[in-house]
């Protein structure tokens, strides 16, 4: 057979539909559709308190849901349809109560770590409040595809930014202080004594106040060149009791200036179009034995390990958020939160550091330990 006709013959065969593979499909493409469509609902069930109104009490109907939260009954009832069959509330099995109007509804401990609990490192709010902001950018991502220019994280809005912090806060709070730090050898004990920190790209400043509030005796220092997010920074650290352990400085992550004896760069290096300036500023400021935390999204340099429902949601995040501003201005590295750790190995070596090692993998996060 002639290469000719094994290619007809091959190229036939692929547009022949396998009927059970595109049923699958189907069903897949459906599934997305409907979740996609949950998003922004789960938003709006956290805005107007219908969550927290079913947390701890006992199974409402839509009716007593709406009189509990003074909403109206017929928009809640289709709101519990749409949370119930997302798995995200539970439907009170009741074969007396089988309709929309009669049905009870609840939510279970661990639905309520998810969508009540702020404290829990389980609480994923704030990905539902970021993930229906970013595609507000849509017309402008589809301009950014044709030119290859980017979208400054300053041209998106609030809810990119607070769901940012409040999708990252819970991981901060659960593994920042008791896990991440510890993982870089005798940082804690010199971070317990007093030294000097730079918590860089430190946004509405969760990370920064957490720090403070673990290690008082160390001198904060947390620099974003957004302004908006150190005024919310400034804000929290008010509310927190701890605006006199910590410095908010509207700054570019290049123009850090020392001596640190501490930097961390807790997911932010990929969103910024000069990762490595911003390393080798970190580099110059840093002092002899000082130490660099880099805490990135997990991501491999094999692009198949990605094809997982996480790996599929942060390279989607990535698209809409990370790359366009890592391409946004010069030198529009763009690097996206799935860079894989050799590239960002290589780069922290091209910036001067003679350790550059990851610490500590999590099933989420890599978290990379560098030293002068």
Known sequence: MSSTERTTHSNTERTQIDEIAAQL???????????AMAIPLVLLGDRLGLFDALAGSEPAT?????????LAERYVREWLL????????????????TSATTARYYLTPEQAAFFTD??????????????????????????????????GWHEHDDDTYIGNERFFRPAYKAHLVSSWIPALNGLQERLVAGVRAADVGCGLGASTIIMAQTYPATEWIGIDSHPRSIE????????????????????????????????????????????LGALR????????????????????DVITDGFHPLGRMMVAASVFVCLPSGLSAAPAT???????????????????????????STPFNLVYELRP
């Open 232 to 275: 919310l920074a400034r804000s929290r650290a008010a509310d927190a009791g701890v605006s006199d352990l910590i410095d908010f400085q509207e700054a570019g992550a290049t123009e850090l200036s020392g001596p640190y004896d501490f930097v961390t760069f807790l997911d932010c290096l990929h969103d910024m179009p000069d990762p």
């Open 118 to 151: 702020t404290d829990s490192a389980y609480y994923m709010i704030g990905a539902f409040q970021t993930f229906s902001s970013a595609p507000r950018t849509f017309d402008r991502l589809v301009e950014a595809f044709r030119t290859g220019e980017g979208i």
């Open 281 to 300: 500023a970190a580099r110059a400021a840093l002092t002899r034995d000082g130490h660099v935390m880099l805490v990135e999204p997990k991501s491999s």
């Open 25 to 35: 499909l189907q069903e897949r493409i459906i599934a997305d559709a409907g979740g």
């Open 334 to 360: 763009g690097l996206g939160n799935q860079a894989g750790p050799t590239r960002t190995l290589l780069l922290a070596h091209e910036a001067g550091f003679g350790t550059a090692q990851i610490a500590l």
């Open 82 to 97: 749409v949370m119930a069959a997302s798995e995200y509330i539970t439907y009170q099995d009741d074969a007396e109560r």
């Open 62 to 70: 839509a009716s007593e849901l709406a009189e509990r939260t003074g």
